[in-house]
């Protein structure tokens, strides 16, 4: 499948048009489509070579095999080495060439000296006949080899093109799906390409949640264990993260007592995790990041969400095949589940949002204690880009219109923010029902799933 990705084709095909070789970096997590953007972009002239597991001399000699379709012959003699193929490669080829290798960091754990070998390749312009792109989805190993500060690549990289997870939008369109349908759905597929492919094989959502992930045999049953098996040296403590913060423990107080540790020995883990994109830290809006005290760890990937919140607790249960009696107490539960994943698309679609003639910076949450002294939440906090005014909003996701009572909340929680406010407050409801209110700004499904980025 190949959806979207315009920017990135244009990034790579740009560098690919450059006269000097460039050396272009892609990566990011597995599913995401890699691969796949890849060979959208590669013409068929492109030597691709995708390596696996074995040993340096099996990859070294399979390499060379596969520039024999480029090269008559490349493979005949026997290199020693990976310096030794680079350097005859670059001599034998006639004309500019692109040479691709995916999943580069098999090729780097049996050969650790590669990356200093390409380092001397680069520097003695040793490459003057091909770009080469190195890909990856193991994403700790390639920010070490390439964007820190002592990796040998550092620098050296002429483009770093990172593939995230895609938009709602594209979900929806692939899988046919209503706005309404496709927010819904989001919190277990996420914008992961390949899950959506899965999806699609199945008629209703219930038969692709029962078959393709709570079957034993479903193709995302042990999801979770494949991506960190790309990321060896932190996938047990990882998983641990990720199953205490789907059972509902998310203070790193609590998480450091569960898991016997000082906190100060998570700091390095949660930040790896933020970086992959597989956890958000939150914090209440207005308060500092580094230094607020009421911070919460939340799962940020919606599969991943789902899969810790439902699937694992019930895993002895599903090797029983007790799936459909698992479907019907996560059927129970979803709506509750889902409010949150809805919370979240809201506030993610706020500066994508023009409301009242004013763009707004990133929203967040805000709880704590209101002028009234009495607990209190707001779902959706965002301040306009000219700070001028500030926007508070609640996300109810119900076949009810419900505003008036969220009028009602909303105005009372306005005259107890107990943190400063600019001289404008916009009031908003983001819920499944269309509705108009003179005094607040009402958003649904279409809207939210239009403006996702």
């Known amino acids: 499948m190949f959806v979207n ?36 972009v590669l013409p068929p002239s492109a030597i691709y070579f995708s390596a696996d597991m074995r040993e340096a001399p099996l990859q070294i000699a399979a390499f060379a095999r596969q520039v024999d379709k480029t090269i008559a012959g490349f493979s005949k003699p026997e290199y020693p080495d990976w310096e030794s193929l680079f350097i005859s490669l670059n001599n034998a080829l006639k004309e500019k060439t692109i040479v691709c290798i995916d999943e580069f960091p098999y090729l780097v754990k049996n050969s650790p000296e590669l990356p200093s070998v390409l380092q001397k390749i680069v520097d003695k312009r040793n490459h003057s006949n091909y770009h080469l792109i190195l890909c990856g989805s193991s994403q700790q190993m390639m920010y070490s080899m390439v964007l820190d500060s002592s990796s040998p690549l550092y620098g050296r990289c002429d483009e770093i093109i990172r593939i995230r997870p895609m938009a709602i939008s594209h979900m929806k369109d692939f899988l046919l799906l209503s706005p309404t349908d496709a927010i819904w ?179 967040s949450r805000w709880w704590g204690g209101g002028l009234n002294k009495q607990a209190m939440e707001i779902d959706i906090v965002a301040l306009s880009t000219d700070k001028k005014a500030i926007l508070i909003g609640e996300a109810k996701w119900s076949d009810k219109n419900l505003l008036n009572e969220v009028a009602e909340s909303l105005s009372l929680k306005e005259q107890n923010i107990p943190f400063t406010k600019p001289p404008k407050i916009i009031k908003a409801l983001f819920q499944k029902v269309p509705a108009s209110h003179p005094d607040i700004y009402v958003f649904t499904p279409d809207e939210i799933v239009s403006h996702s980025n």
């Not at 990034?11 to 890849?38: D, F, H, M, N, W």
């Not at 193709?219 to 641990?240: C, G, I, K, N």
């Open 5 to 40: 990705r315009e920017k990135e084709t244009e990034r790579i095909q740009q560098a690919l048009r450059r006269e000097k070789p460039q050396l272009i970096v892609v990566y990011g997590r597995r599913r995401c489509g890699k691969s796949t953007l890849l060979h959208h």
């Open 185 to 363: 759905e989001y919190g277990v597929w996420g914008g992961i390409p390949r899950y959506w492919e899965i999806r699609k094989q199945y008629n209703t959502f219930a038969q692709a949640v029962k078959n393709g992930i709570l079957d034993q045999n479903g193709l995302l049953h042990e999801e979770p264990e494949r991506l960190f098996s790309d990321e060896m040296r932190t996938s047990v403590q990882a998983y641990s993260v990720l199953s205490l913060i789907g059972a509902g423990i998310h203070r790193i107080s609590e998480i450091s007592a569960r898991l016997g540790k000082p906190a100060t020995q998570l700091s390095r883990i949660l930040g790896f995790l933020i970086n992959l994109g597989y956890i958000r830290r939150e914090v209440p809006f207005g308060e500092a990041v580094r230094s607020s005290k009421k911070s919460l760890y939340k799962i940020d990937d919606p599969f991943l969400n789902f899969y810790f919140t439902f699937l694992l607790p019930n895993k002895s249960r599903l090797e029983f095949d007790m799936v459909d009696q698992v479907w019907e107490e996560i059927e129970a539960k979803y709506d509750h589940y889902f409010s949150m994943i809805w919370e979240d698309l809201c506030r993610k679609a706020i500066p994508f949002l023009e409301i009242d003639g004013m763009r707004f910076n990133p929203a």
